[in-house]
């Protein structure tokens, strides 16, 4: 069979059926008779799944070095795929993380931030510089001048759905709800599963939803545990009746957000308790959906993207009050975790994998980040965005393909909150503030002038800063270049009004089902989750 190009399918029929049956006769010189039939191209738009773990750290994947924690499916895409040593989340927890990937922006410039916040029922206090996310109550959102990945791609005609964890906003009236932002479908929870709320008189417990509808409530309607069966079955329905169509597919497991859960058919199966059995299941549920592609004939048009939001909440195993010390993932010889700029709370684990496409068994070295996610797909798409809109990732399509080509960017800013904390300048990476190495057992912020350079290729676990020219020779060049970086990134940066201040008790997800309480404004209570 002969595939014709757009091209040559505008050709005249008669010139085109001299020109191919001359292109047979000098190939074969046995051509009697030809027939033909113009076949249109097809359609170049691959379908896409991105699939967005929860507090997964560089050590629990085992070609990330897990010694603990089975991963084959992981594993196998990485085999087949490429695996990304140097790919970096925007923000270290979840809200923010997730609002930049959505958007390609820093959720400094999405209003993905706190900068006051409730301290022990007190007025409101200025919070510089803090780890935050919206909660049940919280009134904010991304807003609607920010263009999301879904609103693009559906642009583009694909069709889209979220499967899973949303957490980038709900508003007083479902305004900031992923069928608000793009979505055509959604099947998931607005937030994490937190936990069972009891009577629900002071917060209600979260729901599980379709589209704007609750179906209803975690631990209370819905057995939990069984939420990441649930939503492969619902990933696995959108392949089946959207075969014919370019679709993208955002798929949230959340079963390693503490507290973390896995389904009777995984409990109990890993070596590192209900943490390792929640990541278990994702793999192979990950499998399932690489199953049904290639069952579809759908493998070599479908890109597939895995990583983590942020590194692993390693605060678990130093608060008593919470679940489990072992409700946390590893990062590995990484330092830090979670809510932390250090590279165990920014640094992920990541695989692209398109068989025929990405080249297999490749590593990349080169820095790359989520916010990337966005421009790469839409070029893949073949969607453009208007002129003059500004994002702060790249198209890393150059990566995926070429493997000798180099990361885009010259350098990756790391901001915590409304603060810039690091600065990435190709291996070497500047701390500018520090704030400890956990989530809520943290020292205040602490400035360092100069700022603390490692060589995060040689010294992975951030250990040795270098103190001159003497430890490198390149020190003097990388001091200046991070430090100019770092003030053009700030003077340059537009900072979007904050959506994490603001809580009401009225807002969120009580109705229909429950009743509203009055409303309470104050300002939203710290930290996050």
Same mark, same amino acid.
Request: hydrophobic share 35%; net charge negative; proline share 8%.
């Given at each position: 069979?002969?595939?014709?190009?757009?091209?040559?399918?505008?050709?005249?029929?008669?010139?085109?059926?001299?020109?191919?049956?001359?292109?047979?006769?000098?190939?074969?010189? #046995?051509?009697?008779?030809?027939?033909?039939?113009?076949?249109?191209?097809?359609?170049?738009?691959?379908?896409?799944?991105?699939?967005?773990?929860?507090?997964?750290? &560089?050590?629990? $994947?085992?070609?990330?070095?897990?010694?603990?924690?089975?991963?084959? /499916?992981?594993?196998?895409?990485?085999?087949?795929?490429?695996?990304?040593?140097?790919?970096?989340?925007?923000?270290?927890?979840?809200?923010?993380?997730?609002?930049?990937?959505?958007?390609?922006? #820093?959720?400094?410039?999405?209003?993905? %931030?706190?900068?006051?916040q409730q301290v022990n029922g *007190?007025?409101?206090?200025?919070?510089?510089?803090?780890?935050?996310?919206?909660?049940?109550?919280?009134?904010?959102?991304?807003?609607?001048?920010?263009?999301?990945?879904?609103?693009?791609?559906?642009?583009?005609?694909?069709?889209?759905?979220? $499967?899973?964890? &949303?957490?980038?906003?709900?508003?007083?009236?479902?305004?900031?709800?992923?069928?608000?932002?793009?979505?055509?479908?959604?099947?998931?929870?607005?937030?994490?599963?937190?936990?069972?709320?009891?009577?629900?008189?002071?917060?209600?417990?979260?729901?599980?939803?379709?589209?704007?509808?609750?179906?209803?409530?975690?631990?209370?309607?819905?057995?939990?545990?069984?939420?990441?069966?649930?939503?492969?079955?619902?990933?696995?329905?959108?392949?089946?009746?959207?075969? *014919?169509?370019?679709?993208?597919?955002?798929?949230?497991?959340?079963?390693?957000?503490?507290?973390?859960?896995?389904?009777?058919?995984?409990?109990?199966?890993?070596?590192?308790?209900?943490?390792?059995?929640?990541?278990?299941?994702?793999?192979?549920?990950?499998? #399932?959906?690489?199953?049904?592609?290639?069952?579809?004939?759908?493998?070599?048009?479908?890109?597939?993207?895995?990583?983590?939001?942020?590194?692993?909440?390693?605060?678990?195993?130093?608060?008593?009050?919470?679940?489990?010390?072992? #409700?946390?993932?590893?990062?590995?010889?990484?330092?830090?975790?979670?809510?932390?700029? &250090?590279?165990?709370?920014?640094?992920?684990?990541?695989?692209?994998?398109?068989?025929?496409?990405?080249?297999?068994?490749?590593?990349? %070295?080169?820095?790359?980040?989520?916010?990337?996610?966005?421009?790469?797909?839409?070029?893949?798409?073949?969607?453009?965005?208007?002129?003059?809109?500004?994002?702060?990732?790249?198209?890393?399509?150059?990566?995926?393909?070429?493997?000798?080509?180099k990361s885009r960017h010259?350098?990756?800013?790391? &901001?915590?909150?409304?603060?810039?904390?690091?600065?990435?300048?190709?291996?070497?990476?500047?701390?500018?503030?520090?704030?400890?190495?956990?989530?809520?057992?943290?020292?205040?912020?602490?400035?360092?002038?100069?700022?603390?350079?490692?060589?995060?290729?040689?010294?992975?676990?951030?250990?040795?800063?270098?103190?001159?020219?003497?430890?490198?020779?390149?020190?003097?060049?990388?001091?200046?270049?991070?430090?100019?970086? %770092?003030?053009?990134?700030?003077?340059?940066?537009?900072?979007?009004?904050?959506?994490?201040?603001?809580?009401?008790?009225?807002?969120?997800?009580?109705?229909?089902?429950?009743?509203?309480?009055?409303?309470? /404004?104050?300002?939203?209570?710290?930290?996050?989750?």
């Open positions: 069979s002969v595939r014709i190009s757009p091209h040559m399918a505008s050709t005249p029929p008669l010139l085109l059926k001299i020109a191919l049956s001359f292109l047979c006769y000098l190939l074969t010189s #046995q051509c009697l008779s030809f027939s033909f039939a113009v076949v249109e191209a097809a359609d170049p738009r691959p379908n896409v799944i991105v699939i967005l773990a929860d507090d997964v750290g &560089w050590g629990d $994947v085992g070609a990330y070095g897990s010694p603990s924690i089975k991963t084959p /499916v992981l594993d196998g895409m990485i085999r087949e795929g490429l695996k990304f040593n140097y790919l970096y989340t925007a923000q270290p927890i979840c809200t923010p993380a997730r609002g930049a990937m959505l958007s390609g922006r #820093q959720p400094v410039r999405v209003g993905m %931030y706190q900068n006051i *007190s007025s409101c206090q200025d919070a510089p510089g803090q780890s935050s996310v919206l909660w049940w109550n919280s009134v904010g959102g991304l807003q609607n001048d920010t263009l999301l990945l879904p609103q693009m791609m559906s642009r583009g005609g694909y069709h889209t759905a979220l $499967v899973g964890k &949303w957490h980038v906003g709900i508003g007083r009236h479902y305004e900031y709800l992923p069928m608000q932002k793009g979505f055509n479908e959604f099947y998931g929870t607005p937030l994490w599963h937190m936990t069972d709320m009891g009577d629900e008189k002071e917060a209600p417990d979260v729901p599980l939803m379709e589209g704007n509808k609750i179906l209803g409530r975690l631990y209370k309607d819905i057995d939990t545990s069984e939420l990441t069966q649930m939503y492969l079955a619902r990933v696995l329905s959108i392949i089946d009746a959207h075969k *014919s169509d370019p679709f993208f597919i955002y798929y949230a497991p959340d079963g390693t957000h503490e507290p973390t859960y896995a389904s009777k058919a995984f409990q109990n199966t890993s070596a590192r308790g209900v943490y390792g059995d929640a990541m278990q299941e994702m793999d192979w549920s990950i499998g #399932q959906i690489l199953n049904k592609l290639k069952d579809l004939n759908l493998d070599k048009n479908t890109l597939v993207f895995w990583s983590s939001d942020n590194g692993p909440a390693l605060y678990t195993r130093s608060i008593p009050t919470m679940w489990s010390k072992l #409700q946390a993932g590893s990062a590995g010889p990484l330092k830090g975790g979670k809510g932390t700029t &250090w590279e165990g709370g920014i640094r992920m684990p990541g695989v692209a994998y398109w068989p025929g496409r990405i080249e297999p068994n490749r590593v990349s %070295y080169e820095p790359c980040s989520l916010l990337d996610i966005m421009p790469t797909l839409l070029e893949l798409a073949n969607v453009s965005l208007p002129n003059g809109y500004v994002l702060d990732g790249v198209s890393m399509t150059n990566i995926l393909f070429n493997s000798s080509s010259e350098f990756l800013y790391h &901001w915590r909150g409304d603060t810039l904390y690091a600065v990435t300048y190709g291996h070497y990476k500047a701390h500018f503030w520090t704030q400890g190495d956990q989530m809520y057992t943290i020292p205040e912020m602490q400035q360092h002038n100069p700022p603390l350079i490692f060589n995060v290729m040689n010294d992975v676990s951030e250990q040795f800063p270098l103190a001159g020219p003497q430890d490198d020779p390149q020190y003097a060049t990388v001091l200046a270049a991070v430090s100019q970086a %770092y003030q053009r990134e700030i003077a340059s940066m537009v900072k979007a009004k904050p959506q994490f201040n603001i809580c009401d008790d009225a807002a969120g997800m009580w109705s229909p089902d429950l009743p509203t309480p009055p409303s309470n /404004v104050t300002c939203c209570v710290g930290g996050g989750n």
